[in-house]
């Protein structure tokens, strides 16, 4: 019985864990979307934060350098867009889409020379007590520190979308621009604000992947992982709480994945790979049935017009 | 004697091929209300734009308890104390009225009603927009202004889509505010509500100042004498006699509706609970009601699409009296969004003039160069004097009225039996919509059945032989003749009076 | 040529030399290959003879796929799913080839170009008839489809279709070799690429100068106007996207039939995408399309045979195209002012007349 719930404690916490780099890019686009822009470079986002990571490590040993260059990484990305878009006033869907592709292929050439060397990456913290506790023990108190973190952006998120002036000027800016321009809000500087940092999270969230889940990089470790995180945005509609149950449902596919061979299911591996992307599919149509409001920023849907 | 709080000295501004404002002088004194009258075109907006500081003066200055200012921006006008209601509005849709109010003020979201103030307390904090009343919204706009610190209140037509209960309360509350001590300056066409409320007033014709007057020195006929050099165009709602002429002669049936249910549905318009309505050929029909009275659901059926009856009678005529199984092929559509639902921006004048004879662009005609499809479009740009005449140009380049002659030279060529035109005048000037107007009656003399759909009880009245008006999903009136005026049409969108017996006949026959 | 042509053209070599550029400049700050130049790049693909086959054999897969992408794209949707399309298009020529064994060649090879139009237009018909009939996004769907294929034909490939006679490596057997499309010449290069352009000029000019074609841009324009005048919005969303779907499927036949002979994981180099990316270069510009896909298809190939020779990272493609369209969408603005100007004095003149 015991090890039932062990096992089941296991599963819970690779899910958390295989949810977490998503979790982090998901609450920076919702960030991003919320002020009214769409960023599809995500995925270049977070590989480019993954290599510089992934690099980092290997040359300093620091985790907390790696993070740092994850995030800066991100960032670069994320100013890239925010200035092609803001101020050079480019379409946000043709942007980002360029920025996925040099994102990956940047991330490839750079990271050529270290494919596969193994990271010694960051491991988990073990809370005295707290951490043999049955099911919940394993799952969220035998965690490392960047999972604290995503759950502790999400929140942050949260607070400052709903609680702070800014995040009114932010949603302001992301529901009726031309307005909020006339109120005085500063929606250009808050625009290129937000898509950095969602980027930069996205870059973080990169990090996490190399350091903690794959302990190495490959080229395109993120298998689309960034492109999930958009999808899941419209899940959490727009509400970055909403997105630590949305990723952690996308982290619990990934478990799956990874534990149906141990579990004795006889199906092929590569069948299981298609899970996370038919899961997304899913919950994209979902979305769309069992919401009578999306949530979505007003801006957004005008870009569709 | 009332303290002058602002004043504009000597404005002047320019565009190029057009002298906006000259040498405009207003004084704005505390507590009154001040009413600033003038046709379009006579340079009120342009003003009110400085007063708000989207735009500077070209000379001139404007004067804040008696010190010059000049504002860079609309937040400097707002920080000085001016603010401004804009006839658009200026709220964000699909936020609430608590946080559209923390936007105008330095204050954080809070979910609690004293954010939310003395004039909106009615309103309710939680609500979103997008879901209140004109008047609501107004109230909202005015709240903004009030907690951002203004002590001069600007309100751009006010009431334009207000019905005339609705302004005289919301001219009540002006006063309220003033009596507190604002300068509140009112810019408006409805003189009769500005004759009643304002203290003073500033008429402006071609952008100069040709009356200042108070109260008691003033009066509808002499104001009318000041805006015009004749009596035409000033108020709306003023229709040529021989228009009301035509009215009366017979007219064969195009379409019966009777006892039409519609299901009830999750969206904010009501379903519509047994609907009387008769369509004539050959005469112009206003339907009105405000949003959520089941227009959005019946407009549909006008086109033909039945889809969500559930009960009742639609019954097409044919032409010549006889019952038609179908509804008629040749429906003609003005939505009220031209550029968006009626034209194709990109494309040029010939393609959206196109865009119901696309038998002239199969690939046969692609060979001979095009040239029916350039005649086809030569044609209709002469007979509606489209300007420019290059047909190749964008539509997304011309200016509106071009634009909704555009659509209305597609719409009145295609349409033969029926012809649903929404707002068709909104928005542009004199010239064109009397041209709009005029197209409209000829179409309607031909035979054809003109519906308009509006907002604005002037333009509804100004264009119709009757109106129907609509309520909560049902028909509650009918105004023909002499209650053919904004005043009745108002009273009876509020519900608060109207002719009752004036329903449609229930001629309709059929067995379910 | 008139001038107003001329102008996006000069903007888009100036983007082109810039991106080489860009690329050079990336490659010597990562401390690599300072000394490969935009001669070499260009050189390999158009400066001999066996450059400009291999280029022009990849422009079958690159320009089909910038069809498949360009087509939905004038009905204003995005079909990111070009890569996914392919696939499952060489998954369904692989599964004629199997059904027509034992029957004549022709019949063998028509099944195969039936079953890769058919499973790329299925692909296609996903976000299509998600998009039209529940209006739910298409670029999202098509995206994930293609991780989703890939997977799928990493599946058939390790496991049902595995050729066992392969010693390990995952592909499925070679086709036989009466099905082999012949090549022309000494080169790898098959007559396919006189189809594809053939195919190519027929839709263009099918969008530009049809009724159909018409529609279809109103559609993808203003699809609440097309409502109006009762153009048939969803089947044109549909339709257009389920003929991308089919038109990939195609490039997916021919690295089957004529290129590879057998099913790989390295089917596609990334094809679609390059395909995508090549469409968006060309929006609102058509008649780009082929010139575009050619200059995009030599890069590919100079790249990828630059690798083989000099080591040559292969993702330096990826960042060039990528880089180009940045550089040319950041130049639209800029290239539209011009145009613009030139129609005005082009009106001018002929209104003086």
Request: hydrophobic fraction near 50%.
């Amino acid at each position: 019985m015991s090890e039932n719930l062990m096992v089941a404690g296991l599963i819970v916490g690779s899910a958390i864990r295989a949810g977490t780099p998503v979790l982090f890019a998901t609450v920076g686009e919702v960030l991003t979307q919320r002020a009214g822009v769409i960023n599809l470079g995500l995925e270049g986002a977070m590989l480019m934060g993954a290599v510089a990571a992934a690099w980092t490590h290997l040359m300093t040993g620091s985790v907390l350098l790696a993070v740092l260059a994850g995030a800066g990484a991100g960032l670069l990305v994320g100013v890239v867009h925010a200035a092609s878009v803001v101020l050079a006033g480019l379409n946000m869907l043709a942007s980002g889409i360029c920025l996925f592709f040099i994102g990956r292929g940047l991330s490839g050439f750079w990271g050529q020379p270290i494919v596969g060397r193994p990271l010694e990456g960051l491991h988990a913290l073990r809370w005295p007590l707290l951490a043999d506790l049955p099911v919940l023990g394993e799952a969220l108190f035998a965690q490392d520190l960047l999972v604290y973190l995503a759950g502790a952006t999400a929140l942050a998120g949260w607070w400052l979308l709903f609680r702070t002036r800014v995040g009114l000027l932010l949603r302001a800016a992301g529901e009726d621009a031309a307005v909020a321009q006339a109120e005085g809000v500063p929606v250009r500087a808050l625009r290129v604000a937000s898509v950095a940092v969602g980027a930069g999270l996205a870059g973080i969230g990169g990090a996490h992947l190399v350091l903690v889940f794959s302990r190495t990089w490959i080229e395109g470790v993120t298998a689309g992982r960034g492109w999930i995180a958009i999808g899941l945005v419209v899940l959490a509609r727009w509400n970055p709480l909403y997105a630590v149950p949305a990723a952690f449902l996308f982290g619990g596919v990934m478990a799956l994945q990874l534990n149906a061979q141990v579990a004795g299911l006889a199906v092929s591996p590569y069948l299981l790979s298609m899970l996370p992307y038919l899961f997304t599919i899913l919950t994209l149509i979902g979305a769309r049935w069992w919401a009578s409001s999306s949530g979505m920023p007003a801006e957004l849907a005008r870009i569709e017009d | 004697m009332r303290r002058v709080i602002a004043a504009l000295r000597e404005i002047t501004k320019a565009y190029p091929g057009i002298v906006a404002c000259r040498k405009v002088s207003v004084e704005l004194l505390a507590g009154e209300i001040h009413a600033l009258v003038g046709e379009n075109g006579a340079g009120k907006t342009t003003l009110v734009k400085i007063l708000g500081g989207l735009l500077r003066p070209d000379t001139g200055w404007m004067e804040l308890d008696g010190r010059a200012v000049h504002f860079r921006n609309p937040s400097a006008a707002k920080r000085a104390g001016v603010g401004v209601v804009h006839q658009a509005g200026s709220l964000i849709e699909t936020m609430t009225v608590a946080e559209n109010l923390a936007l105008g003020t330095s204050g954080r979201p809070r979910s609690d009603g004293d954010r939310v103030g003395l004039w909106t307390s009615a309103v309710g904090g939680e609500r979103l927009v997008r879901e209140l009343s004109p008047r609501e919204r107004r109230l909202v706009e005015i709240e903004k202004c009030l907690q951002g610190g203004a002590r001069v209140l600007v309100l751009d037509e006010p009431t334009a889509t207000l019905a005339p209960q609705e302004s005289e309360a919301l001219f009540q509350t002006l006063r309220a505010i003033a009596d507190t001590g604002c300068a509140i300056v009112v810019v408006s066409h409805k003189l009769p509500e500005v004759l009643t409320h304002a203290d003073r007033f500033t008429v402006l014709r071609k952008g100069q100042v040709v009356a200042r007057l108070a109260r008691n020195q003033v009066s509808g006929e002499r104001l009318v004498q000041l805006l015009t050099s004749g009596p035409e165009g000033v108020d709306v709602s003023m229709r040529p006699t021989e228009d009301r002429a035509s009215a009366a002669t017979a007219k064969t049936p195009l379409l019966r509706i009777s006892a039409l249910c519609t299901a009830s549905n999750r969206s904010t318009e009501a379903p519509l609970q047994g609907v009387d309505l008769v369509l004539d050929r050959g005469e112009v029909v206003s339907l009105a009601g405000r949003p959520g009275s089941g227009l959005a659901t019946l407009l549909p059926i006008l086109y033909g699409d039945c889809s969500a009856v559930a009960a009742g009678c639609v019954k097409w005529f044919d032409a010549s009296g006889k019952d038609s199984k179908d509804p008629p092929r040749a429906i003609g559509v003005i939505p009220a969004d031209r550029l968006r639902a009626g034209l194709v921006g990109e494309f040029n004048i010939a393609e959206n003039l196109a865009l119901r004879r696309r038998d002239l662009l199969g690939w046969r005609h692609a060979l001979s160069r095009r040239k029916a499809l350039h005649a086809f479009a030569a044609q209709l740009m002469r007979r509606f004097g489209i300007e420019p005449p290059d047909q190749r140009m964008k539509v997304s380049a011309l200016s509106g009225g071009n634009l909704q002659k555009v659509l209305l030279a597609r719409e009145l060529d295609y349409a033969q039996e029926l012809l649903v035109a929404v707002s068709p005048t909104a928005g542009l000037d004199a010239a064109t919509t009397a041209v709009v107007r005029q197209a409209l009656r000829k179409k309607a003399a031909g035979g054809t059945c003109v519906v308009v759909l509006s907002d604005d009880l002037d333009e509804l009245v100004s264009l119709a032989d009757r109106i129907v008006v609509f309520s909560r999903g049902r028909v509650i009136t009918e105004l023909t003749g002499d209650q053919l005026t904004a005043e009745s049409l108002g009273l009876a969108l509020a519900e608060v009076s109207f002719p009752t017996g004036v329903c449609q006949e229930q001629r309709c026959q059929c067995a379910d | 040529m008139s001038v107003r042509r001329l102008i996006p053209i000069l903007w888009f070599t100036l983007a082109l030399a810039l991106a080489l550029g860009g690329v050079s400049l990336v490659l010597s700050l990562l401390g690599r290959r300072p000394d490969v130049t935009i001669g070499a790049i260009l050189g390999g693909a158009f400066g001999s003879e066996f450059g400009l086959t291999e280029t022009l054999l990849r422009l079958v897969p690159i320009l089909l796929c910038a069809l498949a992408a360009a087509i939905p794209a004038e009905s204003g949707q995005f079909n990111i799913g070009g890569e996914g399309q392919l696939h499952l298009g060489a998954i369904g020529a692989v599964a004629g080839a199997m059904l027509g064994s034992g029957h004549p060649p022709a019949i063998a090879l028509s099944l195969m170009v039936a079953g890769a139009i058919i499973a790329g237009a299925a692909w296609g018909a996903i976000p299509a008839g998600l998009r039209a009939g529940l209006g739910i996004n298409e670029a999202l769907i098509s995206l994930f489809l293609n991780y989703v294929a890939i997977h799928f034909l990493q599946y058939l490939v390790h496991g049902p279709w595995k050729d066992p006679a392969s010693l390990g490596w995952p592909m499925s057997p070679t086709l036989p070799e009466i099905l082999w499309l012949k090549p022309l010449g000494s080169s790898r290069l098959h007559a396919g690429v006189f189809v594809v352009v053939g195919l190519a000029i027929g839709l263009i000019w099918l969008i530009q100068l049809t009724r159909l074609g018409f529609e279809l841009r109103a559609v993808g324009r203003s699809p609440r106007t097309s409502t109006t005048v009762h153009i048939p919005v969803r089947s044109y969303l549909f339709g257009s996207m389920v003929l991308g779907g089919a038109l990939a499927g195609v490039a997916g036949f021919y690295e089957i039939a004529a290129v590879q002979h057998r099913l790989r994981p390295e089917i596609s180099p990334g094809f679609g995408y390059s395909g995508f990316l090549v469409a968006w270069m060309c929006r609102g510009r058509l008649w780009l399309l082929l010139p575009f896909s050619l200059l995009v298809a030599g890069l590919v190939s100079s790249t990828e045979n630059l690798q083989i020779t000099t080591g040559l990272p292969s993702a330096t493609a990826e960042i060039a195209q990528g880089l180009l369209l940045l550089l040319i969408l950041l130049g639209t603005p800029v290239v539209s002012r011009l145009e613009r100007r030139q129609a005005i004095r082009r009106a001018l003149e002929a209104a003086s007349e």
